[in-house]
């Protein structure tokens, strides 16, 4: 394993711990915005981080097993549902057990499989995959900003209406996105086939 590499598990190793310990950990699990859209996905950042580190050592088995990437995108969908219902952030701020599972199973469950089996699935599948996570989303985030009482017991009913409007907002930018990657490129594709300008040179110039 090359420097880099180890630069890079290094700096999924700090952030974890970043994560874990109470400074940075109190002021994100703090605001339920943050907790949803900050933490989760940095935890989920730690594991895809790792796998891109180790993705050249893995086991054949493993990527055979890994048929067109359906098996690990299975289980990043899984996991990232469980931890946005309502009754499972609860349960992670309260008990220690939950809190554990969270902070191990997002890296492992969804950000290593991320890294490992979405380039293994076929265009048409990603496609598939954002079309269904975009509106689960929003729909997460209007269930949020809608609800008359709280469905959370550790967070305001404000706070859940502001994560909520943050949920929307989230899926309305990553809708728009892809649409523009979709349809028109994503950064925009330079002219194929369009030779670049020649300069003449003359003979004695």
Same mark, same amino acid.
């Given at each position: &394993?090359?420097?880099? /590499? /180890?630069?890079? &598990? ?10 874990? !310990?109470?400074? !940075?950990?109190?002021?994100?699990? $703090?605001?339920?915005?943050? $907790? ?23 086991? =054949? ?38 809190? !554990?599972? /969270? ?32 509106? /689960? ?12 009482? =709280?469905?959370?017991?550790?967070? =305001? ?44 040179? $003359?003979?004695?110039?």
């Amino acid at each position: &394993m090359g420097p880099p /590499k /180890k630069r890079q &598990m290094l700096a999924a190793g700090a952030l974890w711990a970043a994560l874990w !310990l109470p400074p !940075l950990r109190g002021l994100l699990e $703090h605001d339920m915005t943050l $907790h949803m859209l900050a933490q989760l996905p940095l935890l989920i950042g730690i594991g895809y981080a790792l796998a891109a580190a180790l993705r050249s050592s893995e086991p =054949r088995s493993l990527v055979e097993a890994d048929w067109l990437g359906i098996p690990g995108l299975l289980a990043v969908v899984f996991a990232t549902s469980f931890w946005m219902l309502p009754r499972m952030l609860d349960r992670a701020l309260a008990e220690p057990l939950f809190d !554990l599972a /969270k902070f191990l199973s997002l890296p492992l469950f969804a950000g290593v499989p991320l890294a490992l089996s979405w380039r293994r699935m076929p265009p048409l599948g990603r496609a598939f995959i954002w079309a269904n996570f975009i509106p /689960k989303l929003g729909a997460i985030g209007g269930l949020y900003l809608g609800a008359p009482i =709280r469905l959370c017991a550790y967070y =305001r009913l404000d706070q859940q209406a502001a994560a909520g409007r943050a949920l929307v907002i989230t899926a309305t930018t990553l809708g728009a996105l892809w649409f523009l990657a979709a349809f028109f490129g994503w950064p925009p594709r330079q002219a194929v086939g369009r030779a670049p300008p020649c300069r003449r040179w $003359h003979r004695g110039a």
